[in-house]
C-alpha cells in the first residue's frame, strides 16, 4: 500500500494543480503581454542566441580540454610542473592564460580540473582570472575595436595581470578552506591506453561538465539579453565623465552584460568619448574576470564564500588600478 502511494502521489499531485492552474487560469484575466512580445521576440532573442552561440564553442573547448587533463595528465606531473614558490607559481598561471586561449565560459571545468590534479588555490584564481584576458584572441580584438589607441590593448593586459597576480597573493597569504564544492578524487579512473577507449572516456567526461556548466549558461544569458534589451547605454552616458561613479557604473554594466572577452572591447569602444577611458578600462578587465553568467557557472563548483572572496578582491583590485592609472597619467 506506502509503495502504490509513494509511486502514484506525485503524477497525481502534478495533475491536480495543473488543474488548479487552469481553474485560475479560466476565473481571472491574464496580464497583458503584448506590450513585451517585441521586446523579447526581437532584440532579447537575437542577443540571447548571440551570447550562447559565442559561449558555446569556447566552453566546449574547455570540456575537451578538461576532459583531456583528466585522462592523460596524471597529478604528479602537475605537482611537478607547479613552482613552489609563491611569485613564480603566480607567474606560471598568468603564463598558462598564453597556452589556453579559452574565455570565462570554457575556464571553469579547465581550473577544476587541474586543482584536482594538484594545483594550489591561489594558482588556479589567478588563472581562472587571467587567462581569460591575457590570450591572443582578446588582445587582437581590442587592438582592433580601439584603433589607433593601442594603449587600451596593453593597458587591459597590464590591469589583468596585476589584479589576477594581487589576487592570487591574497590568497596565498590568507589561506582559504578547499573551495570545491565537491572533489573529483574519486572519479579519476584508471589512465586509458587503447585509442577507442580514450575517445569514450572523452566524450563521457566531456559531456557530463557540458552539461552541468550548460544550464548555468543559458541562465545567465537569459539574464544578460534581458538587461541588455531593456537597459539602453546610451541614456545613460551622462555619467561618463564622473569620476569613481563613472568606474562603478562601467563595473556594474560589465557584470551585467557578461560579454565575451574576445568580443566585449567593441561595445567598450562604443562608449568612446562619452566616457573615460580609464573606466572603460575597468569594463575591459571586470568582465572577463567578475561577471553574472561567470558567477553562476563559478557557484556550480566553488563554495559561495569563495566565490564570493574572489570576486570582492578582484573587483576592488581592478577599480583600484583603473582609477589610480587614470590619475597619474594624462593619457587615461
Not at 495543473?18 to 532579447?44: E, K, M, N
Not at 589512465?191 to 569514450?200: G, M
Not at 553568467?293 to 557557484?299: R, V
Request: glycine content about 8%; proline content about 7%.
Amino acid at each position: 500500500m506506502q509503495a502504490a502511494f509513494l509511486r502514484w502521489a506525485p503524477p497525481a499531485m502534478g495533475l491536480i494543480s495543473c488543474a488548479l492552474l487552469l481553474l485560475i487560469a479560466a476565473t481571472r484575466p491574464l496580464p497583458d503581454w503584448s506590450a513585451l512580445l517585441p521586446v523579447l521576440t526581437g532584440p532579447f532573442s537575437n542577443i540571447f542566441l548571440g551570447i550562447i552561440l559565442d559561449a558555446l564553442p569556447f566552453m566546449l573547448m574547455g570540456v575537451i580540454l578538461s576532459s583531456i587533463l583528466h585522462l592523460a595528465v596524471p597529478e604528479h606531473v602537475i605537482r611537478r610542473m607547479i613552482p613552489k614558490n609563491p611569485v613564480l607559481g603566480i607567474l606560471f598561471a598568468c603564463s598558462l592564460g598564453l597556452l589556453f586561449p579559452v574565455c570565462e565560459c570554457g575556464m571553469v571545468p579547465i581550473v577544476r580540473r587541474l586543482m584536482n590534479k594538484g594545483m594550489p588555490v591561489y594558482m588556479a584564481a589567478v588563472f581562472l582570472l587571467a587567462g581569460p584576458v591575457l590570450n591572443p584572441v582578446a588582445f587582437a580584438s581590442t587592438l582592433m575595436a580601439f584603433g589607433p589607441l593601442h594603449e587600451m590593448a596593453y593597458a587591459r593586459m597590464g590591469l589583468a595581470f596585476a589584479a589576477a597576480s594581487l589576487t592570487g597573493l591574497c590568497l596565498y597569504r590568507f589561506a582559504v578552506r578547499p573551495p570545491l564544492r565537491h572533489s573529483l578524487a574519486g572519479q579519476r579512473g584508471e589512465h586509458v591506453h587503447t585509442h577507442r577507449s580514450f575517445l569514450e572516456g572523452i566524450l563521457r567526461h566531456g559531456s557530463d561538465e557540458f552539461f552541468e556548466m550548460g544550464k548555468f549558461l543559458i541562465l545567465g544569458a537569459g539574464a544578460t539579453a534581458l538587461v541588455q534589451t531593456l537597459v539602453s547605454p546610451g541614456s545613460l552616458s551622462a555619467i561618463g565623465q564622473g569620476g569613481i561613479s563613472s568606474h562603478l557604473f562601467m563595473a556594474g554594466l560589465a557584470y551585467a552584460l557578461s560579454l565575451c572577452s574576445s568580443s566585449d572591447a567593441f561595445v567598450a569602444a562604443s562608449f568612446l568619448p562619452a566616457f573615460s577611458k580609464s573606466s572603460l578600462l575597468t569594463f575591459l578587465v571586470l568582465g572577463p574576470m567578475v561577471d553574472f553568467k561567470g558567477t553562476l557557472m563559478l557557484l556550480s563548483v566553488f563554495k559561495i564564500r569563495f566565490v564570493l572572496i574572489l570576486s570582492l578582491i578582484a573587483a576592488a583590485a581592478i577599480i583600484g588600478g583603473s582609477v589610480l592609472l587614470g590619475l597619474l597619467s594624462p593619457v587615461f
